[in-house]
Structures are given as C-alpha cells and as structure tokens.
C-alpha cells in the first residue's frame, strides 16, 4: 500500500448563491478511518463529492501525495466511492456488474478477484443469473462494496454506508472497514451514527456550516466522547 | 476572491455612450433613412430593411458570442464565459424576435404572404429557437443546466453554415445572397449607419446586462462573507 | 493494470447496454411501439378519400419524424439506466476516458434505434406501398447516418439532464431545434430514393453526404464537449 496522504488545503465550494465549504484545510493519512460527522447541510456529501474527483473545489487544492486531484485525473482509478446509492447497473447480475467494472479498470486475472470479492461480500450464494435489481438493499449495498474494492483502491470513501444495513450488516460492514484500515487503506466515511462512529474512527472531523469546528486525531472513542464531541463542535445557532 | 467594485467613472462613461447613442438612434438614423432613396419596386416597404437586417445581423452575433463565451466557461471555468454567454443569448432572443416581427411584415408586402420558407427567414427562425432553447435549459436543467446551455451554444454554433446550407437546398432555391453589395448607392449609408447604430446598441445593452449579472455574483459574495462573520461569531 | 484500448473500452460501455436491452428489450418494444404510432397517427391524418397512397416527401417525413420521436424515448430510458442507482457515478469514477463513455453511449442508442428502424422501414411500405427495395441499402445508410447524427446530439443533452426534474420534457424541446439540419438531410435523401419518378440520384447523394459531413461534425464536437458537460460543478 502507498503512503500517499489526501491533504485538502483552504478548500471552497458555492454552489450559485449557495456556500457549501469554505476554507476547509484537512489531512487524511492512510491507515486510518476518518469519520465526517455534522448536522444536515454541514457540507459532508460535498466534501465527500470533492474527494471522489467528481466535483471541483470553487477555491483551494486537494492533492494525493504529490499529484493534484483533479476531474480528469487518472488519480481517480485508486478511490473507491461507495454512495446512497449502490451505484450497479440493476438489469445486470452481481458478477456481470463486477466483470464490467473489471473491465473498465483493466484488471488482471478479472475472475479471481470477482469470485474473491463476492466470497468476501457474502454474495457468492446468490443465484449466477439473478438481476441486482431483484438484490435487497443490504445486498445492494453489500455488491456497493465489492464493486468500490475491486480495483483495490489506496482511498475508500463512504457516504452514510450504514443507512441501507440492518444491525447485523452494519455491524459485518465496520468489521470490513476495519480490515481495509488495518490492509493500510484510507477510509473516510460520512455518517450520522455516532455510535457506529465510535467502534470504528481513528480521526473525526466535525462541519458545521460548512466549515471545520473539529478535526482530531487518536485512536479508540468511546460512544459518550464521540457524542460529547459533536455536541461540542455543534453548539451554537445552526 | 472579491470581484471588482463597479466604478463611478465607469457609470459616468456608460451614460455618455448611451446619451450619443439614444441621439444618433433617435435622430440621426431616422432622418437618414427617410431620405434614402426609394426602392423602384417596393417603395416605402423596403425601409424595414433597415431594421431587419441589422437585427438578423446581431442575431446571429449574439451566437457566436454565446457559443465562445460557453467555450470559456467549459473548458476553462471561466465564471466570465458563463456570464457573457448568458447575456449575449438573451439579447439574441430580444433581437430575433424583431427579426421574426419584422421578415413577416416584409414578407407580407413584397410577397403578399406573412411567411415564406426563405433560407436567411428560416435559419433565423432556427437560430432563435436554439437561443430560446438555451435559456429552457438554464433556467430548467436543473444542476446540470448551465453546462447543458454551454453544449447547445457550441453545437448551435457549428450548426449555423450548416442550417444555412440544409435550408437553401432544401428550398431548391438560390436566392440572391449580394442584398447588401448589390445596395443601390444612396442606400448604403443609411443601411451601414443603422447597422453601427444597432451594433452599438447591442454591445451597450451586452455591457450593461454583464453589469447587472455581475452585481448579483457580487452581493452573493458579500453575503457570504456577512454570513461567515455571523458564523464564526455565535 | 493492463490497459485496455481506447475503442475496447467505448465497446465495453457498448456492449453493456446492448446486453442490459437484450434482457429486457424493453427499449427496443416502447421505442418500436411508439414508432409504429407516430406512423399511423400521420396515416389517420394525411390520408383521406378513396386515395390509399400518400407521396415519397410524406412517406420519407413520417419516416424521420416517427425516428426523432421514438429516438427521444429510446435517449431517455437508456440513460435512465445509468440514473437508477447512481451507475453513471460509478462510470465515470472509473479510470476510462470519458470521450469513450460519450462514443459506447452513442454507439449502443444508435444501435437499439437502428434495429427499431429496420423494422418501421417494411411497415412503411406496406402501409403506403413505398418503394424501398430499389434503394434498399442505399436506405439503410441514410437510416445510419441520420441516427448518428440524431444520438450523437441526443447523448450529450440527456446525460446532462439526468439531474434535472423535467428532464423527459426538456430532451425534446432542446434537441430538436438542433438536428433540425439532420431532420432536413435524412428526409429529403429518402424522398428523393423513394421517388421512382425521380429522372436522376444526385440530389440524394448530395443530401447523404451533407448528412455524413454533419455527423462528423456532431460526433467530433460531442466526443470533446462530454467531458466538461458531463461532470458536476
């Protein structure tokens, strides 16, 4: 695994008359699960989009390592974005959606790896030919997964990944997120859970209104302090 | 990151070249096409001309304008492209709807039908419909609207010798397209004196509407900024 | 990583959506339906009396508009494949050249078109007794072209309208004013190719080469505009 870090440096993002970010300066370093906590409307979903290269900073920079991400970066084939939605063609199968996005990515020995990830995801079970649209939304979000680390991404970026699960998947999906920190992947996640939140983060940044009211770093929350934080860095008029 | 205070020296400059251009507008174009010549077969019917082909002139400007400042904005962001482009679209609208007033008026006097599927009358309508087809997809596009509105600009404007082509063979017809080097001479000043004019009128009504466009980014600006001091002071 | 070509790629993205239409073939079966509609609403329409046949200029406009507007479904619901669960973020979030997502795009609308295309051609000769055999491939081809030029358009707009509410609305009212010179090409070509009274071809030469010359044009500023337009602010 590289040791690239995902700095952002005095980001900015306005959205017409609408200021999504401002000034936003954070460093993420590999080997660590970055939780993104705030309110409705703090900005996460932007940030999140900014770091997928799918959306471009209105101000600042965000680079990986050395090189500048960028919408046309081919930086971008080592981020792995699991969203709301899962993000899978619904008329195709499980290992179909898998073999395309294989394809796209150039990845060797193709077959391997899908039959790996599905085992992994816990959809080597399902029925060869059976349509994702037919999936429920745990394994929708379970195929999500598989999908995001197919290509075996240096970054992992989650957008509310417990949503879709119930308590069992969501407790499978922080054993996964886990296991990918621990392999010396970057994970940022977006969530409300504070108590998933604190099982998991090794980093938490708190927005509010779009700028950075918290951003620490340390090993081990327990659920009070990751409440405590939030509510900290949140106080005030919303 | 503040955009430019407007200036008043500015202000002061713009009300002089509105001034001169109202009196020549007002003035000196009427009286100079009053007195050109009469047309020896459509009479008094042929000063619309005057009118209309400047019109049909600027048009057609107003897309190549909006098509390049589109060009800007996509593949360089520029804010500025966006803006030009925008304004130089509505004036288009503004300006095809006197062509699209004024063809059928000629049209109705010298061919005794309102409207005829003549090439420069059709491209005009086709162009004015892309431009009105431009401000749909701003206005509706949603989040992807503006982006959408520069792609329909830059096709818009590889279309134009296209249309112009398709409609004229279409019709199977070959009008005379030297209108304005075949002017009889008396007619030429007035013809080009009210082509300035209305050019004029165009880049002053573009400026000023660039102005207004501008004013607003910058009291979005200013209200973030009156926003964020509130926010770091709770 | 093993890179692949740019043409396997665009293939690839092509080929997933022939694959998605062959399960459900449920573009090919609203688009043919409503093709086959488009031309008879024009039937009930133009023909009256006791006369059964309408002329080569009315068949060859039934012909292009009834593709125009089954072209604007078929434009819609693919691309609402790529809108249902966000599959369109995972597309362009892969490391593939975004031109070659706008080329497999273009390349898979135009084939589902052309196939229901190739179907609405016999029912218009059996509807009007249009002559299409003598030209037959000569037909084909300017179905081609003109289905490119058409989608090469078509693509762009509704990839950029997949975040707008009105989208289905809007296709139609912003394409149309654009391929207005495709429109004006393809159905003068046919007519003049279904016209057995015609003493000579040239004009229908002329016209498909004016259309390939366009769809040049069309492809080429499509594949350079998709990039910008398509990705978010």
């Given at each position: 695994m590289s040791d690239r870090v995902l700095?952002?440096?005095?980001?900015?993002?306005?959205?017409?008359?609408?200021?999504?970010?401002?000034?936003?300066?954070?460093?993420?370093?590999?080997?660590?699960?970055?939780?993104?906590?705030?309110?409705?409307?703090?900005?996460?979903?932007?940030?999140?989009?900014?770091?997928?290269?799918?959306?471009?900073?209105?101000?600042?920079?965000?680079?990986?390592?050395?090189?500048?991400?960028?919408?046309?970066?081919?930086?971008?084939?080592?981020?792995?974005?699991?969203?709301?939605?899962?993000?899978?063609?619904?008329?195709?199968?499980?290992?179909q959606n898998l073999r395309l996005f294989a394809s796209l990515y150039g990845l060797a020995n193709a077959e391997l790896r899908i039959a790996e990830m599905l085992a992994r995801?816990?959809?080597?079970?399902?029925?060869?030919?059976?349509?994702?649209?037919?999936?429920?939304?745990?394994?929708?979000?379970?195929?999500?997964?598989?999908?995001?680390?197919?290509?075996?991404?240096?970054?992992?970026?989650?957008?509310?990944?417990?949503?879709?699960?119930?308590?069992?998947?969501?407790?499978?999906?922080?054993?996964?997120?886990?296991?990918e920190r621990e392999a010396g992947r970057l994970v940022v996640l977006v969530t409300h859970d504070l108590a998933a939140t604190a099982a998991i983060a090794t980093h938490i940044v708190v927005l509010r209104r779009g700028r950075v009211a918290y951003d620490e770093t340390c090993g081990g929350y327990s659920a009070d302090e990751v409440r405590a934080i939030y509510e900290e860095a949140t106080r005030g008029k919303a | 990151m503040l955009s430019r205070m407007?200036?008043?020296?500015?202000?002061?400059?713009?009300?002089?070249?509105?001034?001169?251009?109202?009196?020549?507008?007002?003035?000196?174009?009427?009286?100079?096409?009053?007195?050109?010549?009469l047309e020896k077969t459509m009479g008094i019917v042929q000063k619309i001309f005057y009118f209309h082909v400047p019109c049909a002139w600027l048009l057609m400007l107003s897309t190549f304008v909006c098509a390049g400042g589109s060009l800007a904005y996509l593949f360089a962001g520029s804010e500025r492209g966006d803006r030009l482009a925008l304004c130089s679209a509505e004036l288009g609208v503004l300006f095809g709807l006197c062509v699209m007033v004024t063809g059928p008026l000629w049209a109705r006097a010298a061919w005794g039908v309102f409207w005829t599927w003549d090439v420069r009358l059709t491209s005009s309508l086709l162009l004015w419909l892309m431009l009105i087809a431009y401000g749909l997809a701003r206005r509706y596009g949603g989040a992807g609207g503006r982006r959408l509105a520069a792609a329909m600009a830059l096709f818009a404007a590889a279309d134009v010798p296209l249309v112009y082509i398709s409609v004229n063979l279409?019709?199977?017809?070959?009008?005379?397209?030297?209108?304005?080097?075949?002017?009889?001479?008396?007619?030429?000043?007035?013809?080009f004196f009210s082509l300035a004019i209305f050019s004029a009128l165009w880049g002053v009504l573009l400026a000023l509407r660039m102005r207004a466009e501008h004013s607003q980014t910058r009291l979005v600006e200013l209200a973030i900024v009156i926003e964020d001091a509130e926010g770091k002071s709770p | 990583m093993a890179r692949r070509s740019w043409i396997a790629q665009a293939a690839r993205i092509a080929w997933k959506d022939l694959h998605i239409e062959g399960r459900s073939r449920e573009v090919v079966y609203t688009m043919g339906f409503m093709a086959a509609l488009v031309v008879l609403v024009f039937s009930f329409a133009f023909i009256s009396g006791q006369e059964d046949a309408v002329g080569p200029d009315a068949v060859a406009g039934i012909l292009w508009v009834a593709v125009l507007f089954s072209g604007t479904v078929a434009l819609s619901r693919t691309f609402d494949r790529e809108r249902e669960s966000e599959a369109i973020r995972s597309l362009l979030l892969s490391p593939v050249p975004r031109s070659a997502i706008y080329a497999g795009k273009l390349a898979a609308t135009a084939a589902i078109m052309l196939l229901v295309e190739l179907l609405l051609a016999p029912l218009l000769t059996a509807l009007f007794s249009a002559a299409i055999w003598p030209h037959a491939l000569w037909l084909g081809l300017l179905l081609l072209l003109g289905t490119i030029g058409f989608a090469s358009v078509g693509v762009i707009f509704s990839a950029a309208l997949l975040r707008a509410r009105s989208r289905d609305a809007l296709l139609g009212a912003l394409l149309f004013p654009i391929v207005i010179p495709v429109l004006l090409a393809a159905s003068r070509a046919t007519a003049y190719l279904l016209?057995?009274?015609?003493?000579?071809?040239?004009?229908?030469?002329?016209?498909?080469?004016?259309?390939?010359?366009?769809?040049?044009?069309f492809v080429v500023v499509g594949l350079w505009s998709f990039e910008p337009v398509v990705m978010g602010e």
């Amino acid at each position: 695994m590289s040791d690239r870090v995902l700095r952002l440096v005095n980001v900015g993002k306005t959205f017409g008359r609408h200021r999504a970010l401002a000034d936003v300066s954070l460093a993420f370093v590999p080997g660590e699960v970055a939780a993104v906590l705030g309110p409705n409307g703090a900005g996460k979903s932007t940030l999140l989009g900014l770091l997928s290269t799918l959306a471009q900073p209105s101000q600042g920079r965000i680079t990986l390592g050395d090189a500048e991400l960028s919408r046309r970066s081919p930086l971008r084939a080592s981020i792995g974005y699991v969203g709301h939605e899962p993000g899978v063609y619904g008329d195709l199968s499980a290992r179909q959606n898998l073999r395309l996005f294989a394809s796209l990515y150039g990845l060797a020995n193709a077959e391997l790896r899908i039959a790996e990830m599905l085992a992994r995801v816990g959809l080597d079970g399902v029925p060869r030919e059976a349509a994702a649209r037919t999936f429920s939304r745990g394994m929708l979000q379970r195929l999500a997964l598989a999908r995001a680390l197919l290509p075996a991404p240096e970054i992992l970026l989650f957008d509310e990944p417990g949503s879709a699960l119930d308590p069992a998947g969501a407790a499978w999906l922080a054993g996964e997120l886990q296991r990918e920190r621990e392999a010396g992947r970057l994970v940022v996640l977006v969530t409300h859970d504070l108590a998933a939140t604190a099982a998991i983060a090794t980093h938490i940044v708190v927005l509010r209104r779009g700028r950075v009211a918290y951003d620490e770093t340390c090993g081990g929350y327990s659920a009070d302090e990751v409440r405590a934080i939030y509510e900290e860095a949140t106080r005030g008029k919303a | 990151m503040l955009s430019r205070m407007p200036s008043a020296r500015g202000s002061r400059v713009r009300f002089l070249v509105g001034l001169l251009l109202t009196m020549h507008g007002f003035f000196v174009a009427p009286w100079l096409v009053a007195n050109a010549p009469l047309e020896k077969t459509m009479g008094i019917v042929q000063k619309i001309f005057y009118f209309h082909v400047p019109c049909a002139w600027l048009l057609m400007l107003s897309t190549f304008v909006c098509a390049g400042g589109s060009l800007a904005y996509l593949f360089a962001g520029s804010e500025r492209g966006d803006r030009l482009a925008l304004c130089s679209a509505e004036l288009g609208v503004l300006f095809g709807l006197c062509v699209m007033v004024t063809g059928p008026l000629w049209a109705r006097a010298a061919w005794g039908v309102f409207w005829t599927w003549d090439v420069r009358l059709t491209s005009s309508l086709l162009l004015w419909l892309m431009l009105i087809a431009y401000g749909l997809a701003r206005r509706y596009g949603g989040a992807g609207g503006r982006r959408l509105a520069a792609a329909m600009a830059l096709f818009a404007a590889a279309d134009v010798p296209l249309v112009y082509i398709s409609v004229n063979l279409w019709r199977g017809l070959h009008p005379n397209t030297r209108t304005v080097s075949s002017l009889a001479p008396g007619m030429r000043l007035p013809f080009f004196f009210s082509l300035a004019i209305f050019s004029a009128l165009w880049g002053v009504l573009l400026a000023l509407r660039m102005r207004a466009e501008h004013s607003q980014t910058r009291l979005v600006e200013l209200a973030i900024v009156i926003e964020d001091a509130e926010g770091k002071s709770p | 990583m093993a890179r692949r070509s740019w043409i396997a790629q665009a293939a690839r993205i092509a080929w997933k959506d022939l694959h998605i239409e062959g399960r459900s073939r449920e573009v090919v079966y609203t688009m043919g339906f409503m093709a086959a509609l488009v031309v008879l609403v024009f039937s009930f329409a133009f023909i009256s009396g006791q006369e059964d046949a309408v002329g080569p200029d009315a068949v060859a406009g039934i012909l292009w508009v009834a593709v125009l507007f089954s072209g604007t479904v078929a434009l819609s619901r693919t691309f609402d494949r790529e809108r249902e669960s966000e599959a369109i973020r995972s597309l362009l979030l892969s490391p593939v050249p975004r031109s070659a997502i706008y080329a497999g795009k273009l390349a898979a609308t135009a084939a589902i078109m052309l196939l229901v295309e190739l179907l609405l051609a016999p029912l218009l000769t059996a509807l009007f007794s249009a002559a299409i055999w003598p030209h037959a491939l000569w037909l084909g081809l300017l179905l081609l072209l003109g289905t490119i030029g058409f989608a090469s358009v078509g693509v762009i707009f509704s990839a950029a309208l997949l975040r707008a509410r009105s989208r289905d609305a809007l296709l139609g009212a912003l394409l149309f004013p654009i391929v207005i010179p495709v429109l004006l090409a393809a159905s003068r070509a046919t007519a003049y190719l279904l016209d057995p009274t015609a003493p000579d071809l040239d004009p229908a030469l002329f016209w498909t080469r004016f259309l390939a010359a366009l769809d040049v044009v069309f492809v080429v500023v499509g594949l350079w505009s998709f990039e910008p337009v398509v990705m978010g602010e």
